[in-house]
């Protein structure tokens, strides 16, 4: 079968008028915005003023305005469109890239200014199928960015059942090696987003075509910052200086991690990696698509109550689901209230965060107690803190989380027979220098490994990998911390994913990618 152009699949739409759909300088279309492109929750700390960023970016020589918008602010965005593709001509495909695409390209400083913030931002990566597809040989210095996930997969690191082909498992799009980039369209409504996207699909025609799309929202109501297990999500992000912070000190939200702009951003100073020079303020992003059984992991919180004195049945059994994440649905910290969930701690961003494993203001946490917060916990796996010693323990690991809830609320049939017949899942974006100190070191090396952060520590319960296998966790137990929970389900499932390369503006307007 042919596979439709950009042009077929989205018809012409707003082409007439494309600048004034997603242009950042239109009034009348910003008028036009029903809400922000963004979200706010209370749980999630707020992005620095565009004053403070650029202050903090003049002394740490970042300039805001060549990183695209997507990189550094976090899990915040209302709705939002992946537009993976693959480009049929590359001459075309830069020459229509430089006259009609570059200039919507949206940067972190219009990001940061809401009334100078389009109507949908528009963000582009490409994978290094992409790159050398453009004519662009350069070594980015990243073996896992230029072998690409999918070979990753094959070769066993990700934890990912093989074969990935077997129905159930990766999607044939990503299994499939032909996607080039990917299209990042955020905003406040479809409409809006749609309208975006008309534009691009003329910007592409006869150059590009689509081979996949993931469109995800925020939950509704209050459920908003919530991911699809309902625990609040993107509390934890570093402070990168440069843009949340001036100087290595003292981080905007108590217990965040400080890091170098290096760490998320190439050719800046945490970069400890060699690059071309033009690949300077870009970032490697890995998307996952990770598909979420709710219903049947709402059953298996259900069916474990922690035998803790004084407690319901169900503050027992939120309990176990509040230890498996390390977090309470609120986002209160286990480790802070180690009992029942606290909303007012949930929900203040100067309080949730502040913690690091150890009590009394110790440098390191003490290695056989799980009282509070079990090693296996999803957060205390993905970021151990004062697990491991050093005065920046857990420094080069860190990315910074973007990703976006897909699919539908759980019905109540799904509910009821605690099986999920619809789709949804965590849009996972993670962005780092390095993909195999960042995501796939995280992935791989922690949340798989389970004699991470301790031998018999087990897996990460929520995205630990063993390749479909039975996945053996301790900790969880408070009542019994030998006790070993056997999980059979895995209630993250993998659908495939790429890695990309997230280029500066300034690499974006050179000839590499416009002609
Ligand atoms: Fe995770 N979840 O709902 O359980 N994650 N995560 N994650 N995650 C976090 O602190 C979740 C995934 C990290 O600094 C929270 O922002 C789900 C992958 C890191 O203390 C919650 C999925 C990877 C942190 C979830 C998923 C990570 C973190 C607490 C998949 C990397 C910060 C809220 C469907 C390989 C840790 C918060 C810190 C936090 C959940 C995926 C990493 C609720 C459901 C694939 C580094």
Known sequence: MKTPSFYTLFGLGLCAQIAAAIGVEDSSSLERRADDILIDPA???????????????????????????????????????????????????????????????????????????????????????????????????????????????????????????????????????????????????????????????????????????????????????????????????PAIQGFDTASKGQPPFPGQAVVPPGEILLGNTGDRNTRPDWTKDGSFLAFRQLKQLVPEFNQFVNANPLPVKGLTKQQQSDLFGARMVGRWKSGAPVFLSPRVDNATLGADPMLNNDFNYALNGAAQADPTDQSRCPFSAHIRKTRPRADLNGSDPNSNHHIVRAGIPYGPEVTAAEARTSKSTKDRGLAFVSYQSNLLAGFQFIQRIWANNPNFVHPGTGFDPIIGANSSQPRQVKGLDLTNPNRTVTITTDFVVSEGGEYFFSPSMAALSSSRFSA
């Open 43 to 237: 749980a999630i700390p707020s992005l620095p003023s565009l004053d403070k960023a650029s202050a903090a970016a003049a002394s740490n020589g970042l300039n805001l305005s060549n990183i695209q918008g997507d990189l550094l602010i976090g899990m915040r965005k209302n709705k939002e469109q992946f537009v993976f593709f693959s480009i049929s001509n590359p001459l075309i495909f830069k020459k229509q890239f430089k006259k009609n695409v570059l200039p919507l390209i949206t940067t972190t400083t219009q990001i940061l200014n809401p009334p100078r913030r389009p109507k949908a931002s528009l963000n582009i990566a490409f994978s290094s199928r992409g790159l050398v597809k453009l004519g662009i040989a350069d070594n980015l210095n990243d073996t896992a960015f230029t072998a690409g996930m999918r070979n990753q997969a094959e070769l066993g690191l990700l934890g990912d059942p093989l074969p990935l082909t077997d129905p159930g498992r990766w999607k044939p799009e990503f299994s499939g090696s032909t996607i080039d980039g990917v299209l990042i369209i955020a905003s406040d409504t479809d409409t809006n987003m749609g309208g975006c996207r008309d534009a691009i699909s003329k910007l592409f025609a006869n150059c590009a075509k689509q081979v996949y799309s993931l469109s995800g929202a925020a939950r509704p109501g209050n459920q908003a910052g919530h991911e699809h297990f309902g625990y609040a999500d993107g509390i934890s992000n």
